[in-house]
């Protein structure tokens, strides 16, 4: 079945819509999981800890599907903002430089049907590029502060993934209740970063271009 092209990441009627909604329910649910655990170590709830060299970042800016490399993209890229207007879930920005940007943590890439930002791009800075090939980053777990390690029956990230509806099975699990990234087919959309409900987040990002916030 085709994936619907979303209108807006919160509307009803589509599939982002959907997940965000019981994404939140599930928050809402795990809240007391979350406490009780940051109780256990000490640290105030909703407070990131203050230095763990495992520490997840705060937020994750990815440039958008089919982006050049760094270099060459900044080179290119002509600032004339078409990628934003053209993105259906609104979720490119644009930088203090003038470029586009996206802010995984607040609104990731939903892999829309057409990626129309591609596209719309006039100068070349976004190649049009297979679905596989988009190369925002690359997914990344930290199993202490996943849900599944407090023995929660947490999805919401395997769920988010939008290569789900074209048939890509990015994110599963392991025998043990482990979640596994295929690295081979992740994108780095960031979908699963932002309906992972842990504080800080479980899974995150790697950018594969280097955007200095």
């Known amino acids: 079945m085709a994936k619907k092209s979303p209108v807006s990441p ?11 909604f019981f994404g939140q329910l599930f928050r809402e649910l ?6 009780f ?3 256990v170590r000490g640290e105030s709830p909703g407070v990131p800890p203050t230095s763990t060299d495992d520490a997840a970042p705060v937020g994750t800016w990815l440039r958008p599907p089919g982006a050049k490399n760094e270099w060459l993209f900044t080179a290119t ?26 802010d995984a943590s607040e609104q990731p890439c939903v892999v829309c049907n057409d990626l129309a930002c591609m596209s719309a ?10 679905l596989t090939a988009l190369g925002m980053g690359i997914a990344r ?25 074209f048939g890509y099975r990015v994110l599963d699990l392991s025998a043990s209740g482990k979640v596994l990234v295929d690295e081979a087919t992740c994108v780095g959309c960031g979908c699963c970063e932002r309906a992972c409900p842990t504080d800080p987040r479980a899974i995150t990002i790697t950018p594969t271009r280097v955007l200095t916030p």
């Open 10 to 20: 919160y509307d009803d009627d589509t599939d982002v819509g959907r997940r965000d």
């Open 30 to 35: 795990a809240k007391p999981v979350q406490e």
């Open 37 to 39: 655990r940051s109780a």
């Open 77 to 102: 890229c002509e600032h004339s903002g078409k990628c934003i207007d053209a993105c259906p879930a609104r979720a490119i920005r644009r930088h203090p430089d003038g470029t586009p940007y996206i």
């Open 121 to 130: 791009c006039p100068s070349g800075a976004l190649s049009v590029v297979p």
């Open 141 to 165: 777990i930290q199993e202490p502060k996943c849900l599944r390690s407090e023995d929660v029956d947490c999805q919401l990230c395997i769920e988010a993934c939008p290569l789900l509806d």
